[in-house]
């Protein structure tokens, strides 16, 4: 039986390129899944409100990020890159979004699906009340706030 890769004294020698290969696989995989996260929060023209007590979010869980931003004195809601000026969209795309999100198991202890509202500074309440009623439309309890713990981002 004839096998690769063996000097004369029959040792194997160490082969490389599966190695390689594996990496770049493994490379190109994460590159994907830290490029979707970035997209589904990192919004043009967002400004977060600070607080010093923020605490880290879980990201062990199912979730559906609603940005709202303040656009000419008026709210434009961003979920997943698209734009919605109406919140009857917003509330369609979480019910969406949930009976999507309710299939695949989450990682975390805690299994119940939530919206994550991230605010511009500059929205107004009424904006942020939209997207909690649109929330609770879905079927949704658990809603969280985004912002920094800290000047800057």
């Given at each position: 039986m004839g096998g690769g890769g063996g000097g004369a004294d029959g040792d194997p020698e160490f082969q490389i390129a599966p190695m390689?290969?594996?990496?770049?696989v493994m490379l190109i995989f994460f590159m994907s899944i830290t490029s979707a996260q970035v997209i589904k929060v990192n919004?043009?023209?967002?400004n977060l409100p600070v607080s010093p007590n923020a605490l880290k979010k879980d990201n062990t869980r199912n979730e559906a990020i609603v940005n709202v931003l303040w656009v000419?004195?008026?709210p434009v809601f961003n979920i997943d890159g698209k734009e919605y000026k109406e919140i009857k969209q917003v509330a369609e795309q979480i019910k969406l979004i949930k009976k999507n999100g309710e299939r695949v198991q989450a990682k975390g202890a805690n299994q119940e699906f939530r919206v994550v509202i991230r605010g511009d500074r500059e929205a107004n309440a009424l904006s942020i009340n939209n997207v909690l009623n649109a929330a609770g439309e879905a079927g949704i309890a658990d809603v969280s706030f985004s912002v920094y713990n800290k000047e800057g981002g």
């Open positions: 390689i290969d594996v990496l770049l919004v043009k023209g967002l000419n004195k008026k």
